[in-house]
Structure formats: structure tokens, C-alpha cells
Nanobody
Framework: QVQLVESGGGLVQPGGSLRLSCKYS????????VGWYREAPGQQREWVAT???????TYADSVKCRFTISRDNIIRTVYLQMNSLKPDDTGVYYC?????WGRGTQVTVSS
């Protein structure tokens, strides 16, 4: 059964960094596009970044130049390196692939 499990969230001060991981359990990972999304309190879930099977990456304007998405096909994991974090980056971060969602990991940016 396909599963995605996020990890790496936590509390960080403004300007800090976190690296999120999304572990995929299932076949054909190397051929899949994987996306990161986030949901702030009281707001709709929004797209953050995507990486394709060919490692083409795209980012929302709000995170461009601060976040980096990458993948390791051997261990079936996608990463989201988040630098220069701001309070507006606070939310639950989800990964999505193959029409499946993970359960999310909480990121809180606060002093």
C-alpha cells in the first residue's frame, strides 16, 4: 500500500532552517512527481514546491530562493530544505504523490 510519511518539523526562530523529509512506501518512486504543500491555521492548503521524475523543480513565489526540494530515489525520499524561515512559513507541511497525501509535519516559526 502506498504511503507517504513526513518528518523533520519543529519549532524554529525566524531566520532559522529546517529540513523536512517525505518517505514514500510503494513502487515506481523514481518515476513519480512529488510535491510539498502547507496549510497555515485558518487558511487553505497551498502548494510550495514540486520535483519531477526528471528532477525538474518548481517553487511558489513565496518560497523561491529560500527553499530547496530534492530527492533520493535509492531511499525513496524527497526533502524540503527550508532556510531563512519566516513566521508566515508556519503551518502543517504535507507531501503528495501518486494521488496520496501524507499526514503532515508541523512547522512553527516563532521567537
Amino acid at each position: 500500500q502506498v504511503q507517504l510519511v513526513e518528518s523533520g518539523g519543529g519549532l524554529v526562530q525566524p531566520g532559522g532552517s529546517l529540513r523536512l523529509s517525505c518517505k514514500y512506501s510503494g513502487p515506481f518512486f523514481s518515476s513519480l512527481t512529488v510535491g510539498w504543500y502547507r496549510e497555515a491555521p485558518g487558511q487553505q492548503r497551498e502548494w510550495v514546491a514540486t520535483i519531477t521524475a526528471g528532477r525538474v523543480v518548481t517553487y511558489a513565489d513565496s518560497v523561491k530562493c529560500r527553499f530547496t526540494i530534492s530527492r533520493d530515489n535509492i531511499i525513496r525520499t524527497v526533502y524540503l530544505q527550508m532556510n531563512s524561515l519566516k513566521p508566515d512559513d508556519t503551518g502543517v507541511y504535507y507531501c503528495r504523490s501518486n494521488e496520496k497525501w501524507g499526514r503532515g509535519t508541523q512547522v512553527t516559526v516563532s521567537s
